[in-house]
């Protein structure tokens, strides 16, 4: 079985990068059979995300793909650290950001982006505070409608960028393009603690912007299989979100970080490790 290996919300930082590199080695065998990892995102926080991604592709033997997350952004800002990973992505050996180029892994395309939470699905009419807004410099002091307006631009141009990429992976008619993000690309596919965000952390779990690429892009090329992968809310669900277009949200777990599932990229069928059909 020719396979892609996903892991999503690994939050490395609790870890120190010989346990990370002796957690790769491990992964690496979870399937010898696998052409790659895909990681999509809180991979760690920024000020160790090069280390730690050093040590993942040190220990694992295969190319590994990946997507930042929100926590990657912790201690640090967007420009900062997209622009710093930029760099090291370019002289990291068997690394490739997802953000800036699409692959082809075991034939299959791959095209992802982190995308970002946009505060358009459910409601904002809550105190919720998370993190992030205390965490990344890019909302620091701000107020909470500056927040919300943040985040949609942030995450339509995401959005707008993947969908540049995925059209051009679409062009050459493939059966299946495989899609990863950090946050979740419908309501549906973001579940935390095995039950559905409620409306008040929705905004905050999901991507209309990302959703309505993905929804465009399947009623556009019906005979193409899409497959989205996520995390961000830990969930480990599926759902059908239409005859071509698959959405699985990935099961994570701090300080225990295992894979999200196993991608069979020849029969296109996913073995989650834990999954709640939806």
Same mark, same amino acid.
């Not at 050093?54 to 967007?78: C, L, M, R």
């Not at 650290?81 to 990291?92: N, Q």
């Not at 540049?164 to 679409?170: F, N, P, T, Y």
């Given at each position: 079985?020719?396979?892609?290996? $996903?892991?999503?919300? #690994? ?30 995102? &809180? ?17 694992? =033997?295969? @190319? ?32 490739? $950001? ?33 993190? &992030? ?9 701000? #107020? ?6 943040? !985040?949609?631009? /942030? ?9 540049? /990429? ?18 979740? %690309? +419908? @309501? ?5 603690? *095995? ?7 929705? #905004?905050?779990? =999901?991507?209309?912007?990302? *959703?309505?690429?993905?929804?465009? =892009?399947?009623?556009? +090329? ?7 992968? !996520? ?6 669900? +599926?759902?059908?979100?239409? %005859?071509?277009? &698959? !959405? ?10 295992? %894979?999200? *599932? ?17």
């Amino acid at each position: 079985m020719t396979s892609l290996l $996903w892991v999503s919300d #690994p939050h490395l930082n609790f870890i120190n990068d010989q346990e990370i590199l002796r957690w790769a080695v491990n992964l690496s065998r979870v399937d010898e059979e696998a052409e790659g990892l895909l990681i999509t995102g &809180d991979i760690s926080e920024a000020p160790f995300l090069h280390s730690t991604l050093q040590a993942i592709v040190e220990g694992f =033997a295969n @190319p590994v793909y990946f997507i930042t997350g929100n926590h990657d952004y912790f201690k640090g800002s967007w420009g900062g650290v997209d622009g710093a990973l930029r760099e090291f992505v370019k002289e990291t050996k068997n690394l490739f $950001w997802l953000e800036d180029s699409s692959a082809l892994v075991g034939g299959v395309p791959l095209v992802g982006t982190s995308g970002w939470y946009d505060a358009i699905y459910g409601s904002t009419d809550s105190s919720i505070a998370l993190a &992030d807004f205390r965490l990344i410099q890019d909302f620091s002091y701000l #107020p909470k409608d500056l927040i919300i307006d943040t !985040c949609k631009t /942030r995450a339509k141009k995401l959005a707008m960028s993947m969908r540049d /990429r995925l059209w051009k992976a679409a062009e050459s008619s493939p059966e299946a393009i495989l899609v990863a993000s950090h946050v979740a %690309p +419908f @309501p549906e596919v973001s579940f935390y603690h *095995g039950e559905p965000s409620d409306r008040y952390y929705l #905004p905050w779990y =999901a991507s209309a912007y990302l *959703g309505s690429v993905l929804d465009e =892009a399947s009623d556009q +090329f019906p005979d193409i299989k899409f497959k989205s992968f !996520c995390g961000h809310s830990h969930g480990g669900v +599926f759902s059908r979100h239409k %005859p071509n277009l &698959d !959405c699985f949200s990935g099961q994570a777990q701090y300080y225990f970080p295992a %894979p999200a *599932g196993i991608i069979d990229l020849e029969t296109l069928e996913v073995l989650m490790s834990t999954q709640v059909k939806v």
